[in-house]
């Protein structure tokens, strides 16, 4: 799936972090069979995710408490979604 979500980039991905449109993602495949746990739910836990992830993730995706970052054990990834995308 990944994979494929590459294929369809106009910019290739520098190294190992994809941007792409919620849009563009299978939910079904990517999303929905896996257990994704939110790590950054308050301001306080956004702000240590920083530390814990720096050299993962760039830390100016991390910055303001503007995404929320899932993580999923099984798969070893991170799924960061903007605010827009999951706020009521």
């Known amino acids: 799936m990944l994979s494929k979500l590459i ?3 106009k910019r290739k991905p520098k190294g190992n972090i994809i ?22 739910e308050t301001e306080e836990e956004n702000t240590s995710l920083i530390e814990d992830l720096r050299g993962i993730i760039p830390t100016n995706m991390l910055r303001d408490f503007e995404r929320f970052v899932y ?18």
Not at 78 to 85: A, D, E, K, P
């Open 7 to 9: 294929h369809q980039m």
């Open 19 to 40: 941007r792409t449109s919620i849009f563009k993602v299978d939910y079904s495949v990517m999303v929905e069979p896996y257990d994704w746990v939110l790590l950054n």
């Open 71 to 88: 993580y999923n054990s099984d798969l070893k990834k991170y799924l960061m979604l903007h605010r827009t995308m999951v706020d009521p």
